[in-house]
């Protein structure tokens, strides 16, 4: 009796976090690891937390990624793409070399102040000189980042409303570019750890919950204009920094 409930306990906790998670994601576009692990930490290892958002998070951004394939400009995206792919392998030797704690700070730190000063003054000059030097350099920023604490595409989400971009050309950005920087992660960082069959079986189970929790998010973010989307992103974002300085 006690197993069962503990069981079933589980199981609601592990699907609405993943739920939860997809619906932030197909909403705002991003943050999906920083809900689900905000859940799933207290009924999974870390290990087993870390693999299954590099893995259901790639099912989310690609499925965003194709239903705003309308939006998407390689012109705006290869800029970010070549930093993003110099800057990983960086951000991989940071992560097995310094504290991640620090990493981890600096980061919310750099989250939750950007993010109250965009929500404390609405409109904010585009950054329109300079910018392909920028975007490279947004790019290699996003790599470093995303290889050593695993926010890949946070730094693009920034750099996306400092360039003053629709929300739909944010996400055209943004979300390729958070795939790009999950799968050369993994790559680099292939060969450490294994994949257990109870991760196998709960990517499985999560599946269906993930596709239409993202389904919903995706529906609530067409009823988005652009005002309610800078905001949604600037609270997202603030939430995802205090969320790496409380942990």
Do not use: C
Not at 21 to 44: Q, S
Not at 225 to 240: C, N, P, W
């Amino acid at each position: 009796m006690d197993s069962s409930l503990g069981l079933n306990i589980f199981t609601v906790l592990f699907l609405s976090g993943t739920f939860l998670a997809a619906v932030v994601a197909g909403l705002g576009g991003f943050a999906f690891g920083i809900v689900g692990a905000a859940i799933w930490l207290y009924i999974l290892t870390p290990l087993q937390t870390a693999t299954l958002i590099m893995g259901l998070g790639l099912v989310v951004q690609g499925y965003s990624v194709w239903k705003l394939r309308h939006a998407l400009s390689w012109r705006r995206l290869t800029p970010l793409l070549i930093g993003t792919t110099l800057g990983v392998p960086l951000g991989v030797f940071m992560l097995g070399h310094a504290d991640p704690r620090y990493l981890r700070v600096g980061t919310g730190a750099i989250l939750v102040l950007f993010s109250l000063y965009g929500l404390l003054r609405p409109t904010i000059t585009p950054i329109k000189r300079a910018a392909l030097e920028g975007d490279l350099g947004a790019g290699f920023l996003n790599g470093v980042v995303g290889g050593a604490t695993g926010l890949a595409g946070i730094v693009t989400v920034i750099w996306s409303q400092l360039r003053g971009w629709t929300k739909d050309q944010q996400r055209a950005v943004f979300q390729p570019v958070g795939v790009a920087t999950f799968a050369m992660s993994a790559a680099w960082l292939g060969g450490q750890g294994s994949i257990s069959h109870d991760i196998i079986w709960l990517f499985v189970a999560a599946l269906p919950v993930l596709l239409a929790g993202t389904w919903l998010g995706l529906k609530l973010y067409g009823s988005l204009d652009e005002a309610q989307f800078r905001k949604l992103v600037l609270l997202l974002l603030l939430a995802s920094g205090a969320t790496l300085l409380i942990r």
